[in-house]
């Protein structure tokens, strides 16, 4: 009796478990759903205020479920849709300009252009664009500086100096840790390595730093110099002697138009809408507006399709997501594009840094499967470098933006040994092998000579194989790839001067192009890849539960976007391993 009892309590648990977690699944289905913002309705006479603090990556995705339909998403916070947006605004008479306040901006320097550019076609349908800062940053005010009137806080300062890049050396922290990096290089601009080798920079990597530098800060100049009608010459010596820094200063020097209160600049943008001083401005947020008008494309009627495909992040092996490029999704993205019968032709936007070299090489083989089927057009955003040069050398056409950083063809890779630090804790280590090379390479002895031989030889046959298929991606000799190689950085407008790029342009200039050669005049765009949803990505999606947050997350929150993304970086470069395609260091542009 007693044991039919406990079966019988076993089968009704079994059953009160299942109702329970049917209903929690409806809940949390509910709370994703209804976790989606209302598409915001724009009133008559309104003003898009462009808060981009939000924004860095170019695609923000595709997300679906194959178990929970309600996980499927295609967000519209992504740099991408930002753009999309301010072209829909051009035409939609209910908008009447864009207000940028307080603008902190993550983007980086080709995708400020980028949007620089964009908000440059907006004035130019007779809309106004006006700019207030309690401070500017030099990227911001970059931004800032195509607008119509700009407002700058009383107390505000200006950042105005021009740019400038740091580099840590470690030689002397690795001999007294104990801790040794072995390097094994090709490419005598491959700085990636030389903090480990060397207590001070390279004549070559200072003449390319230089070299980058400038290029990026003339192409920053010329724009500022073009809205706000100064000569180059002066814009350099503002910066030079820093005499622009106060609001007295930056409006003698024609960087702002007005000093004043925000409440100053509210009044200015009601006497651009031509309502009255105590009325309150209809205005909307850009993300908001980028969700209003996310079907627009479907309006078109349009059958042909230019497929997007973006690879942004570091390149791994592996599935990948939104923040680095996996493979095996690049693969399932260009194979799904050049299979589909509407799509004309491919373009694939380019943002990364490089990383590992043989998924570098597995994404160019399928690069060229695709390209048998249908043109495939490169436009390159913020980075295309090493790796990020190599899936973009065979496209049928590469646009890059001038502020564009790419190159760095060269391969390294860098193996850490601990034998000196585990001789000073008291740690010895013994081998047995078999064979003579049976055991590897170990951590804690010290790197044999016919190893590093060994791993140099891979290190060559990798950058031979990397030239040569620039070489035959842009109809160059081996011999004058290698000339603009050994690692070397190269801004866009240099790369379109040497070879590497054939025109500067952004992403609408590569797809305008794209559907040239595809032969079509009428067409709409599909983004990819498409990232699948799983039961452990569930609580995830449920913004605004702090259980549902991310370790990430929570620790972006407490210590900043900044602080964590050298964090982040750090742990990257903890993680190499195998041989890497990948830009020599990380360069923000402040």
């Known amino acids: ?31 994703a759903g209804g976790g989606d913002k209302d598409v915001v309705q724009v009133k008559e006479n309104s003003v898009i205020e462009l808060d981009i603090s939000k924004v860095s990556q170019d695609y923000a995705g595709i997300f679906y479920s194959d178990e929970f339909a309600f996980l499927n998403e295609e967000p519209t916070d992504g740099f991408i849709d930002v753009l999309k ?30 949007l620089r550019d964009k908000l440059a076609e907006f004035k130019k349908s007779g809309k106004f664009v006006v700019a207030y800062s309690d401070t500017y940053t030099q990227a911001d005010y970059y931004l800032s500086s195509v607008a119509d009137t700009i407002y700058m806080n009383p107390v505000a300062e200006l950042e105005f100096k021009g740019l400038s890049s740091e580099v840590m050396f470690f030689k002397d922290l690795q001999e007294k840790t104990g801790i040794k990096m072995e ?31 400038n290029a990026m800060w003339n192409n920053v100049v010329a724009d500022i110099a073009e809205s706000r009608k100064i000569p180059a010459d002066s814009l350099n010596s503002i910066a030079n002697n820093l005499s622009a820094r106060t609001p007295e200063m930056a409006k003698e020097r024609g960087l702002v138009d007005k000093i004043g209160y925000i409440d100053q600049f509210h009044d200015g943008v009601r006497k651009a809408l031509k309502i009255k001083k105590d009325e309150e401005i209809n205005t909307v947020d850009i993300l908001d507006y980028a969700e209003a008008n996310k079907f627009s494309d479907l309006l078109s009627g349009a059958d042909d399709v230019i497929a997007v495909v973006y690879a ?55 690069i060229e499967l695709a390209k ?7 436009s390159m955003g913020n980075l295309a470098a090493s790796g990020g040069y190599y899936i973009s050398c065979n496209a049928n056409r590469i646009f890059t933006e001038p502020t564009t950083i790419t190159g760095s063809i060269g391969v390294f890779g860098v193996l850490p040994n601990f034998t000196q630090l585990s001789k000073n804790i008291g740690i010895h280590t ?45 109809k160059m000799t081996k011999e004058q790839v290698d000339a603009i190689g050994q690692g070397r950085v190269w801004a866009g407008t240099d790369a379109v001067r040497i070879g590497l790029a054939d025109e500067l342009g952004g992403l609408d200039d590569a797809i305008a192009y794209a559907a040239k050669l595809g032969k079509t005049t009428s067409y709409t765009t599909q983004n990819y890849p ?14 605004g539960m702090p259980f549902a ?3 990430e997350q929570f620790i972006a929150e407490e210590i900043g976007e900044e602080n964590y993304r050298v964090i982040e970086r750090i742990r990257r470069v903890s993680k190499l391993r195998g041989t890497q395609v990948i830009l020599p260091y990380e360069i923000t542009i402040r």
């Open 530 to 543: 498409e990232y699948e949803r799983n039961l452990e990505d569930l609580f995830g999606s449920l913004t």
């Open 312 to 366: 942004q992040g570091e390149i791994t092996g592996g599935e990948g997501g939104i923040n680095n490029i996996g493979e095996i999704a690049m693969r399932k993205a260009l194979k799904a594009a050049a299979d589909d019968k509407n799509v004309k032709a491919i373009v694939l936007r380019v943002d990364s840094p490089g990383g590992s070299a043989l998924a570098s090489e597995l994404i160019w083989r399928d």
């Open 549 to 551: 947050k991310t370790r």
């Open 372 to 378: 048998k089927k249908k043109p495939v057009v490169v």
């Open 183 to 213: 390097v094994i290089r090709h490419g005598k601009f491959k700085a990636a390595v030389e903090p480990f080798l060397s207590n001070e920079m390279s004549p070559e990597n200072r003449e390319q730093l230089t070299t980058l530098l």
């Open 430 to 474: 013994e081998q047995v092998n078999t064979h003579k090379h049976s055991s590897g390479y170990s951590l804690f002895t010290p790197l044999e000579e016919d190893t590093r031989e060994v791993i140099q030889q891979s290190v060559e046959s990798v950058y031979d194989t990397f030239i040569t298929r620039v070489a035959n991606g842009r």
């Open 1 to 31: 009796m007693q044991f039919l009892k406990n079966v019988l309590s076993t089968i009704v648990g079994l059953f009160m478990f299942c109702v329970i977690m049917f209903f929690v699944l409806i809940i949390i289905g509910i709370a």
């Open 85 to 114: 947006a301010i072209d829909a605004a051009k035409k939609d008479d209910k908008i009447k300009g864009i207000t940028i306040t307080n603008s902190y901006s993550m983007l980086g320097m080709a995708q400020n252009k980028a």
